[in-house]
């Protein structure tokens, strides 16, 4: 049993006026992710003075997504962990009435941090949801075809950038205080970790690590079914590897690891000849290629990152076991050391996000620190409901990562896999709620998960059904 947005629409078809209405959430959401792409370029070099107010310019584009949704039918409010996503909205709600009598209350800049807090929490849950039902596959190409047009000039740029001193206003911005100026991580004294178009090199990261699942994509599928040129493939692909080989992030390359072998899981999946043979090789050769060539071409990135590689490996082996692999998983744990000092209902949504840092404030009676994201969801959240929204986040990534498996497979491509492979790392416990950023690039591209992985089931269903296409259930044995 399918959860569609009305009864019978699939055999009558889309009517004009609501074909209109998801053409136009189609566009609202390639516009939401140009401006995830271009709102660091916006705030550093274009309306430094108005960054603060810039970084909330894809809120309204997503309030319109919902009202078109809402009008036309393409929100599925009978989706389980829609609900449940609505529901936790609610609570928070809720918790900020219920804070602003404890501590959170004497916090001058709180009920700023609140709002913040809540529209990183909750405000872009139902879009995955949505795209899921609209997407179509042109729209989804188009999309990609889009992303590898931009790899070349962000490529061109992060070199620019890595080669600049890191104080240079091609990396801060054009903001003449330094209070308005983006100052990245540094890797030495020479060198930056390059933000690209991004106001911080997470930003970049998330650029470069889900272009790579769309280049690796297209290499696998056949010749025939590629919807862009072998020679563009191939810049598009260079780009990235450039972006990969001067970012000087570790976490870009262990994430890019995870890519290449969500590569080889796709051949193992879809089980086709000719294409599982590609699905195994041309990621292998990929990956040597960049491994032998890092070296020959970027010479002085390659240096930089093996020195900031050995150096960061002896710091954190100092305080954590098997060094970045460690401290990844230390994501998994922190949140139990604030399990039983912080209150039932949590000091106060939003204070142990990022403008909270930026405005320094600090939490009276709190002297831990937050550092990943589940260990935020207790601080704002409490014990409680903060447990309970890892779980959902838990159960929504390996229901993601069925869908995927099974549209790959059905559709006989790797992309929903590659695409879970990049996103399904940021919604399990990634900065989620911590990071701009990883907020939009999350929820966006859990949708574009979605909708890749139901493609096929609105071709196969045809016109009639193509505007609806379905959202899966989450316990399908159990709606049957």
Known sequence: MRLSASAGSAAEGPSPAREKGRRRIVALATLFYLLLIFEGALRKWVLPSHADILFFVRDPLAVA?????????????RQPLLVAGIAFATVGLLLILVQSAGVAGTIEDWPILA??????????IPLPFILARTLQRP?????????LALTVPVAILVFLQ???APYAPINVGFASSVAEQFRGLTV??????????????????????????MVLSLWILPAARRYVRTWQLIVA???????????????????????????????LVIRRSGLSTRAIVLPAVLAALAVVLYPIVFPQGYSTFVDRWNRAAVAESAVIKYGIFG????????????????PVLGYGLGLAGNASLTLGVTIPGFHGWAETDWARHI????????????????????????????????AADPLPILWFAFVGVELLYGQLTGHGTVNGYGWLFTGLCLAAATANEQAAAGPASAATSPVPPLFPNLLR
């Not at 709002?115 to 872009?124: D, I, K, P, S, V």
């Not at 014990?383 to 059905?410: E, H, S």
């Open 65 to 77: 997504i919902y009202a078109l949704a809402f009008r036309h039918s393409f929100l599925p409010l």
């Open 139 to 147: 729209d989804i190409e188009r999309l990609i075809k889009l992303t």
């Open 115 to 124: 709002a913040y807090g809540w529209r990183n929490y909750f405000l872009y």
């Open 237 to 267: 692909t260079c780009a990235v590897l450039t972006c990969l080989a001067v970012g000087e992030s570790r976490g870009a390359m262990v994430h890019s690891g995870i890519i290449v072998l969500a590569g080889f899981v796709s051949g």
């Open 188 to 213: 030495d004294a020479e060198h930056t970790r390059p933000m690209g178009l991004f106001t911080s090199d997470v930003g970049q990261t998330e650029f470069t690590v889900s272009s790579l699942a």
């Open 327 to 342: 401290r990844a998983l230390y994501g998994f744990v922190d949140f139990f050391k604030l399990m039983g000092t912080t």
């Open 379 to 410: 601080v704002d959240l409490g014990p409680i409901v903060g447990v309970m929204f890892i779980l959902y986040r838990i159960v929504l990534v390996a229901w993601l990562g069925r869908v995927c498996l099974a549209g790959a497979r059905a």
């Open 162 to 164: 890595f080669r600049a």
